[in-house]
């Protein structure tokens, strides 16, 4: 689940392409890519998608937001076809999420479809207020909570701010927060850290470094909106042959050692953590 591909629900074309482009995940988008006039076709567009795509990779939904008065009616046109998840927008912290949870268990049991299936991802960061109750998700049950991600651009515009990164392109002191409570937060909750998109889909090279940094800092994958970044995201965020090579050197030297907390490897000294490291970098490579 290294990258997740939004694709508008109302345009047949993208959707129908939409499974060849190696997405991890594609994001059936019923919210900001598809106008207010649209949203009625958009949901039986994507509820016929979801349809024809049962039983293929992960096929989740962005609805509108629960303030927006529009989530039940997406639902209640996606659900019967039993997506893998919801992406809940402009999440104003865990109770809405619970709601959320409340409405998808009703429709599971109408649909056939299996009790808790239907995983959540929310955005967390798209008001102020929202923000700053990211650390909120870590101490709350939420058994359906599959990862938590951020969005820059409605917190921009909410903030009335006129850039979000530097002149270096890293992110301004606000969004380096967020993006670290987001990290931190989805960790404590032992769920999916997911980095927020690249706005510029043409740059692809600065997509690259930033998907590295990305992973480098510990998130499990980050969003796309353009097919062109799928193939950058998904390599930024596999474990090349040097790394797995060191991760099965490390967990084997711990195997053969297993009295000790910390030995030699190579030159340098090795302790538990690099084991967990280790260990979870093989997990992710499988």
């Known amino acids: 689940m290294r990258s997740w591909l939004f694709v508008p629900g109302d345009s047949e074309h993208k959707l129908a392409k939409s499974a060849d482009l ?6 059936v ?6 106008a207010p006039q649209a949203k009625y076709y958009a949901r039986q567009t994507a ?39 919801i992406m809940l927008p402009k999440a104003a912290g865990p109770i809405e999420l619970q709601t959320l949870a409340a ?7 109408r649909y056939g479809v299996p009790h808790g299936s239907t995983r959540i991802l929310p955005l967390v960061s798209e ?22 991600t951020w969005g820059a651009e409605d917190l921009s515009a909410a903030l009335g701010a006129s850039r979000k990164r530097d002149a270096q392109g890293r992110w301004t002191d606000t969004f380096r927060m967020v993006r670290s409570m987001v990290l931190l937060a989805a960790h404590a909750s032992k769920v999916l ?16 470094r930033v998907a590295g940094e990305s992973r480098a800092d510990g998130f499990a994958g980050m969003l796309a909106i353009h097919p062109s970044q799928v193939e950058v995201i998904n390599e930024a965020f596999t474990p090349s042959d040097e790394e797995i090579a060191e991760a099965r050197a490390i967990v084997a030297a711990f195997a053969a ?4 907390g910390a030995l030699q490897l190579d030159g340098r000294m090795i302790d538990q ?14």
């Open 22 to 27: 190696g997405a991890d995940v594609v994001i």
């Open 29 to 34: 988008d019923l919210e900001d890519a598809v």
């Open 47 to 85: 509820g016929s998608w979801l349809e024809e795509r049962a039983g293929t990779a992960q096929r989740w939904v962005r609805i509108n937001a629960i303030s927006s008065g529009l989530w039940r009616d997406d639902l209640a046109a996606v659900m019967p076809a039993a997506p893998a998840g």
């Open 103 to 109: 409405e998808l268990y009703e429709l599971e049991g």
């Open 127 to 148: 008001t102020p207020a929202a923000a700053l109750g990211i650390p909120g998700y870590a101490s709350v049950q939420l058994p359906r909570l599959a990862g938590l």
């Open 193 to 208: 850290a997911i980095d927020t998109l690249h706005a510029d889909f043409r740059d692809l090279d600065g997509l690259r």
């Open 257 to 260: 050692n297993p009295e000790v």
């Open 273 to 286: 953590p690099h084991l967990e490291q280790a260990r979870r970098l093989l997990a992710s490579a499988v």
